[in-house]
């Protein structure tokens, strides 16, 4: 066996060393080829397509699930942060049947359909009421999800006891719900106030401002900023309550424009927004009579009729004459002419143009309220959040630039027109930290599939075992000729012929040798002879 390998070995080291350069690189090429060829026929052909089987679970609802599909023997992965949960494309719908008749995914919530199933005559009026009060906060819950934009809810209601005696003062519910909502998604007002009504009407004795409605995000859907006002609940009952709702409304709407727009950028929860308004709701209301040119370059109006008038008068007139009172002496009248010359020229002209101006007549109402000045505030977590600075300074600079706009474009335009660039520099405050209360992981993948990282690593083990085996066979083909060289160096080291002792038995094949060189017949007939005796 060790001959044989010996003797493969050496075929293939002569074999490979009469190669050249190029037949070499083909060889070396197509074998490559083939292995790539191979793998990428073998990862596809073995490849499984997963989908989600349920998604949007709790970490309760995914191990009950895992725990079914691993006594059926069903590949699984548990995907989206532990929230979800994929199988196998083609088992799916399969899977989903099976499921859901056995009564899975189970939330542990309960519901009404619980008093169903349980009903009997053991249980205790505490135990109804825990019972009835976790069944309310089931539903209500699950008809806020019914609401667009709204993935999950959370209620958490507070019912008055209810008192012994007819006196007694009737306590009022309350409710806190908290809502986790599509990224980026905005409520209209009439679905945050479905959401008040939805919570009112389902519980006895529950009021709108006894309900506080908040998102994942800590934003808070008040009614009051929604300008709704309901009738003997006194919300929105007072002038300082409408401009203060109307405050919050404008900062909100802000926070969540400039939130957004963060989100986009940097990502989800990787920033932090705080908008403050200083507003005016001075308002105004006054008559306006103007007149104004209708070219107001020359101040000249429009002409719209022209009248123009020349007299000329030449002659002689007759003199003043008559005398004076009778009875009157004439050093009673003051430069009394007794008689004048009344020759003389006269020439009289008169130019009339009538000219249309534009008469302008304004009743103005100014707006309810006007934005006097604003103030944004914004922390920003960077890329390494021990690492303030892998936020480059060129980002910050542009986040600043678009907060200015922000801010230029929502202040009232008397006030905007006249701030600087460092004025409004002064408004706007971006900070680089860390936030703790970042609830929202972020899962890097590699751009690469993984599937190429296999691929590469079996080509690289390829091409260290021909390495290493080319190395090899080298050295084995050096250490063959060494052994043909040291055997022909023992060769010439044998004794000669000559040299040996010459004894009885030397001396009859020596004869022998002779008699068969010289007479070769009677050497044959000698052999005859003893081939017959034997």
């Given amino acids: 066996m060790n001959e044989r390998l010996k003797n493969i070995k050496t075929k293939f080291g002569g074999f490979w060393g ?45 191990g009950q699930i895992k725990e079914q599909l691993d006594s059926k023997g069903v590949k699984y992965q548990v995907t989206n942060g532990g929230t979800a949960i994929a199988v196998p494309a083609d088992q799916v719908d399969n899977l989903k049947v099976d499921l859901a008749s056995q009564g899975y995914p189970q939330s542990g919530q ?124 006194g919300i929105a009952s007072s002038d300082a309550e409408k401009q203060l709702a109307v405050k919050k409304q404008i900062e909100r709407d802000l926070q ?20 403050t308004t200083d507003i005016d709701f001075t308002q105004e209301k006054r008559k306006e009579d103007l007149v104004e040119p209708v070219d107001k370059k020359n101040m000249a109006g429009i002409q719209i009729s022209a009248q123009k008038i020349s007299e000329t008068y030449t002659g002689a007139g007759a003199a003043a004459g008559g005398t004076p009172e009778a009875g009157q002496s004439t050093d009673n009248f003051t430069n009394y002419q007794s008689s004048t010359n009344g020759n003389g020229d006269y020439e009289k002209t008169q130019d009339t143009v009538n000219y249309e101006v534009n008469r302008i007549h304004r009743q103005i109402q100014e707006s309810p309220y006007r934005i006097r000045d604003i103030g944004i505030q914004v922390l920003i977590e960077p890329p390494k959040p021990n690492d303030p ?44 930290e860390k936030l703790n209360g970042n609830m929202t992981p972020v899962v890097t993948q590699s751009s690469i599939p993984w599937w190429i990282w296999v691929v590469g690593g079996i080509l690289l083990v390829v ?59 009677e050497f044959a007939k000698l052999l005859r002879t003893w081939i017959s005796e034997d």
């Fill in 18 to 62: 009469s190669r050249t350069k190029v037949q070499k690189g083909t060889i070396i090429g197509s074998i490559l080829a083939v292995l790539l060829i191979a793998s990428i026929i073998t990862y596809f052909a073995t490849r499984v397509t997963y989908a989600p089987l349920y998604s949007d679970l709790s970490a309760a609802e995914v």
């Fill in 110 to 233: 309960i519901d009404y359909s619980f008093f169903s199933k349980n009903a009997g005559f053991g249980m205790t009026d505490n135990e109804f009421n825990v019972l009835k009060l976790a069944s309310m906060q089931t539903e209500l819950a699950n008809l806020m999800k019914e609401v667009k934009g709204v993935k999950d809810a959370k209620v958490m209601l507070t019912l008055p006891q209810q008192g012994v005696f007819v006196s007694d003062t009737q306590q009022e519910a309350s409710a806190s719900i908290v809502l986790n909502t599509e990224p980026g998604y905005q409520f209209t007002d009439s679905q945050i106030q479905t959401l008040y009504n939805l919570a009112s009407k389902s519980v006895p004795n529950l009021k709108p401002e006894n309900i506080v409605i908040t998102n994942q995000y800590f934003e808070y859907y008040d009614l009051n900023s929604q300008g709704s006002s309901l009738s003997g609940n």
């Fill in 256 to 275: 969540r424009q400039v939130q957004t727009m963060l989100g986009q950028l940097m990502g989800a929860g990787k920033a932090a927004v705080s908008v």
């Fill in 389 to 432: 600075t892998s936020l480059p300074a060129s980002t910050q600079t542009d986040i600043k630039n678009m907060l200015n706009s922000v801010v230029r474009t929502s202040i009232d335009k008397n006030e905007a027109g006249q701030l600087t660039n460092a004025q409004l520099n002064q408004k706007v405050t971006v900070g680089v």
């Fill in 463 to 521: 091409i260290i075992l021909l390495v290493f085996f080319i190395i090899r066979s080298r050295r084995q083909e050096e250490y063959e000729d060494d052994e043909y060289e040291y055997e022909d160096d023992e060769s010439l080291e044998v004794d000669d012929i000559s040299e040996e002792k010459e004894t009885e038995t030397t001396l009859r094949r020596k004869q022998l040798e002779k008699m068969a060189k010289e007479k070769p017949d």
